[in-house]
């Protein structure tokens, strides 16, 4: 399954893989080679320290342009009036009133309890394109659904400052 992500979020993949490339992997290349000149390597609990951030770093790296290579790149634009990525979204959910805001964002910004909700979750799909005014029905499983009214869309800019989840 390919990621869908925006040329934003590759171009913040892009960026955090080179600080990690040629800012972080020297500096803990360097923790490594000075906890491995302390001595007796099967008791240096600051190499082992050192040795698990070097790997984490790697694996953060591969990961990341992992996600690049198998990326779909989906736009970030919408027309004014309608709900599209980057817009955030006030709701009131039918069932008791309450109103909830909702940012639109892509599956590797998504955190709910943040208010990022994925255009792949049931109610960013379900949202995607509708106006103001509009009742949306947020298919959750087979057996449960249930109904929002949109109040209003608020059309944000992506300053990047939803920060890419790591797995």
């Known amino acids: 399954m390919f990621n869908q992500l925006t040329q934003k979020d590759i171009d913040a993949m892009e960026a955090e893989i080179e600080e990690r490339k040629l800012v972080i992997r020297p500096r803990l290349l360097e923790s490594v080679k000075e906890a491995r000149a302390q001595g007796d390597l099967s008791e240096n609990f600051e190499y082992y320290a050192a040795k698990r951030e070097k790997n984490k770093n790697e694996s953060r790296i591969r990961f990341l342009e992992r996600m690049i290579k198998t990326a779909q790149v989906i736009p970030d634009d919408s027309s004014e009036d309608e709900i599209g990525m ?3 979204v006030e709701v009131e959910f039918e069932e008791d009133g309450s109103t909830e805001k909702y940012k639109i964002v892509t599956t590797m910004r998504g955190n709910s309890l943040e208010g990022l909700v994925s255009i792949e979750s049931p109610i960013g799909k379900a949202l995607m394109g509708h106006k103001v005014g509009e009742r949306v029905y947020v298919q959750v499983n087979a057996e449960y659904g ?3 009214i949109v109040k209003s869309i608020e059309n944000t800019q992506d300053d990047g400052s939803d920060k890419i ?3």
Request: proline letters at 0%.
């Open 86 to 88: 980057n817009n955030t």
């Open 146 to 148: 249930y109904y929002l």
């Open 165 to 167: 989840r790591s797995f």
